[in-house]
C-alpha cells in the first residue's frame, strides 16, 4: 500500500474529518479525499465511513494500525541514523493503575526526550478494544488474549478493599447486606462493585454515585457518599488516619496485563521495561 496514502487514513481518523486531516497535513480536503479513495482501490474495500466524525471500518482499522507501526518503525530508524526525533507515543490505561503503580513508569518516561507520552484513561476491560483499533501503542488490560498484531505479559494483580467512611455507618458496623448502603461507580462500565455484591451474596444498591477520576472517586468515600472498592495501595494513608473504614473481609483482585504492537522498536520495549519493572514493585504477584 501506498504510503502516504496510509498515513492520510491515520492522519483523517485522529482528526475526524477532510477538512481538519487537510490543514494538519497542509493539502487541500480534494487531495486528502483522492488520497483515500485511492487507498480503497488499491485495498478494494472501503475503509473510512464518511460520517462526522470519519470512523474507520473493520479493514480501515487494520490498514490504520499498519500506518501507525510504520510510523513508529520509521521513527526508530530515523533516531539510529540521524540523531534525537521526538515523536508521540499512546498508552491506554485505567485510572486506578495510572493513580498507583504505573506512576512509577512517569518518573522514568521523564528521562525519555524522544517521547511524548499520549495517556488515554479508559476502563481495563475495555483498553484492548483502543488497541485493538490502533488508537494506541500499548494497552494496560485484563485481558490475557493478544490483540491483533500484539503481544502480552502478565503485571500482576491489583487487589481491590471494601472501604467507606465512618459517618455512612452511623458508628456502627457495616451491615451484612452492603445493597442497602449507597454505592460509589466509576462510570457505567465500572462493574466492579456490582461484581463484588454479587459475590458476598448482596443485593443491588437502590442508591449509585459515579465519579469519573480516581482523585474524586476516593474523595466521594471519604465524604461518606457510599461505600466503594479502592485499590489497596491507594487506601493506606485513609486507613491509617481513620477517614476510611475496612467494611468486608473480602477483597476483589483484578489481574492485569501488558499489551503492546508486535513491532520491536527501541521506544516500545524501553515503555514494557518501565512497565515491567513498576508493576513488580507496586503489584501483587
Not at 482528526?15 to 479513495?37: C, N, Y
Request: net charge neutral; aromatic share 6%.
Amino acid at each position: 500500500m501506498n504510503r502516504e496514502h496510509l498515513r492520510t487514513l491515520a492522519v483523517l481518523l485522529d482528526e475526524g474529518s477532510f477538512g481538519a486531516a487537510a490543514d494538519r497535513m497542509h493539502l487541500t480536503p480534494s487531495a486528502v479525499s483522492q488520497r483515500i479513495k485511492a487507498l480503497e482501490t488499491e485495498a478494494g474495500q472501503i475503509l473510512v465511513v464518511r460520517a462526522r466524525p470519519c470512523t474507520a471500518t473493520e479493514a480501515g482499522i487494520v490498514a490504520a494500525r499498519l500506518a501507525r507501526q510504520l510510523d513508529e518503525v520509521e521513527a526508530d530508524a530515523d533516531v539510529a541514523m540521524n540523531g534525537l526525533v521526538s515523536r508521540p507515543l499512546g498508552v491506554v490505561t485505567n485510572a486506578d493503575s495510572l493513580a498507583t503503580w504505573f506512576r512509577g513508569v512517569l518518573t522514568e518516561a521523564a528521562s525519555w526526550p524522544d517521547t511524548q507520552l499520549r495517556v488515554q484513561i479508559e476502563d481495563e476491560q475495555f483498553s484492548r478494544e483502543v488497541l485493538g483499533r490502533g488508537e494506541a501503542m500499548a494497552a494496560v488490560t485484563t485481558s490475557a488474549r493478544p490483540a491483533s498484531g500484539c503481544r502480552c505479559q502478565r503485571l500482576g494483580v491489583l487487589r481491590y478493599i471494601p472501604v467507606a467512611a465512618p459517618t455512612l455507618l452511623g458508628g456502627s458496623t457495616a451491615p451484612e447486606d452492603l445493597g442497602v448502603l449507597p454505592v460509589v461507580e466509576f462510570n457505567a462500565k465500572d462493574a466492579l462493585q456490582r461484581t463484588f455484591l454479587a459475590k458476598v451474596g448482596a443485593r443491588r444498591p437502590e442508591r449509585t454515585h459515579r465519579f469519573p477520576s480516581s482523585g474524586a472517586f476516593l474523595a466521594a468515600v471519604r465524604a461518606g457518599l457510599g461505600w466503594g472498592l479502592l485499590p489497596e495501595p491507594q487506601l493506606r494513608e485513609s486507613l491509617a488516619d481513620g477517614s476510611l473504614v475496612r467494611i468486608r473481609p473480602e477483597y476483589q483482585d483484578v489481574e492485569l496485563f501488558w499489551q503492546c504492537w508486535s513491532v520491536r522498536t527501541s521506544r516500545l520495549t524501553k515503555l514494557t521495561d518501565a512497565v515491567m519493572r513498576a508493576a513488580r514493585a507496586g503489584l501483587l504477584p
